[in-house]
């Protein structure tokens, strides 16, 4: 299943990135580059989801629109676009 959810990143007084999902309450990443925050928001979000797949009962929060995220000056927007596979043994 692909999933892409909307994340925030703001740069931190001491240089590095956060980024958060604002649909996702509590995942997000961090990083020292942009980059790297990217990163670390993509594994988390694939988690989450993955999670709430198999262990809970598998209703998603609806995705926002980028465009209606209220925004601070310097923030970056990129939607994180995730695979979660639900079966075992698939070989690609």
């Not at 604002?22 to 988390?44: K, S, V």
């Amino acid at each position: 299943m692909h999933f892409a959810y909307p994340a925030v990143f703001h740069k931190q007084e001491n240089g590095t990135w956060k980024g958060e999902f604002p649909d996702l309450a509590g995942c997000g990443g961090e990083g020292d580059t942009l980059d790297l925050a990217i990163r670390e928001c993509t594994e988390a979000a694939r988690e989450r989801l993955r999670v709430e797949l198999t262990e809970f009962d598998g209703d998603l929060p609806e995705v926002s629109d980028p465009g209606d995220l209220i925004l601070q000056e310097g923030d970056v927007v990129r939607e994180i676009g995730v695979i979660v596979r639900l079966t075992d043994g698939f070989d690609e």
